[in-house]
T-cell receptor, first 111, second 115 residues
Framework: GNSVTQMEGPVTLSEEAFLTINCTYT??????LFWYVQYPGEGLQLLLK?????DKGSNKGFEATYRKETTSFHLEKGSVQVSDSAVYFC??????????FGGGTRLMVKP | DTGVSQDPRHKITKRGQNVTFRCDPI?????LYWYRQTLGQGPEFLTY????????KSRLLSDRFSAERPKGSFSTLEIQRTEQGDSAMYLC?????????????FGPGTRLLVL
């Protein structure tokens, strides 16, 4: 079956630090991969996506590259801000009609 | 495009009571999904609709849960005889065309607390 594994949090960084949140997946075929972000008290918002191997999704300074050889979709940002503090979810869609999510990684950015 | 809306945003009920949640998807989105998210976990799929047809249900969806989408627009999720284990955030999402693996857009969720 499909599964997504994320690094456990919380991840605590100082403002302007480099961010990496690891995500690996298990799936047959060719899933699409997503990062969603959940700010405190809000619903899930799509951050970025990639639909095939070697695609790079990017948005708001965040990037993730679909690596089929390592079944990974790690999220990166070169310089985090306090406003990036949120919970980040990696997810896959694999023709199963639903998204399969990882457990989420809480990011805390300190000024 | 007003986004996915859900009502109510919060619900507190006593064990054994019935509750109903509503979701209004983005207009012209033909797919509608329900997920459940417990504290500290990622969302888990419950069920989805293609227009008015309910095409798949998760094993998480016990007999006490029922979902409808009568006219292919808004959807309701009802939980009968609520239990404390039903306390969670219930998320609704919609998408336009699964063949293109279109993105699912989420509503703000309904947080349920069963006392």
């Amino acid at each position: 079956g499909n599964s997504v594994t994320q690094m456990e949090g919380p991840v605590t960084l100082s403002e302007e630090a480099f961010l990496t949140i690891n995500c690996t997946y298990t799936a047959t075929g060719y899933p699409s991969l997503f990062w969603y972000v959940q700010y405190p008290g809000e619903g899930l918002q799509l951050l970025l996506k990639a639909t095939k191997a070697d695609d790079k999704g990017s948005n708001k300074g965040f990037e993730a590259t679909y690596r089929k050889e390592t079944t990974s979709f790690h999220l990166e940002k070169g310089s985090v801000q306090v406003s990036d503090s949120a919970v980040y979810f990696c997810a896959l869609y694999n023709a199963g009609n639903m998204l399969t999510f990882g457990g989420g990684t809480r990011l805390m950015v300190k000024p | 495009d007003t986004g996915v809306s859900q009502d109510p945003r919060h619900k507190i009920t006593k064990r054994g009571q019935n509750v109903t949640f509503r979701c209004d998807p983005i207009s012209e989105h033909n797919r509608l999904y329900w997920y459940r998210q417990t504290l500290g976990q990622g969302p888990e799929f419950l069920t989805y609709f293609q227009n008015e047809a309910q095409l798949e249900k998760s094993r998480l969806l016990s007999d006490r849960f029922s979902a409808e989408r009568p006219k292919g627009s808004f959807s309701t999720l009802e939980i009968q005889r609520t239990e404390q284990g039903d306390s969670a955030m219930y998320l609704c999402a919609s998408s336009k065309d699964f063949l293109l693996q279109e993105t699912q857009y989420f509503g703000p969720g309904t947080r349920l607390l069963v006392l």
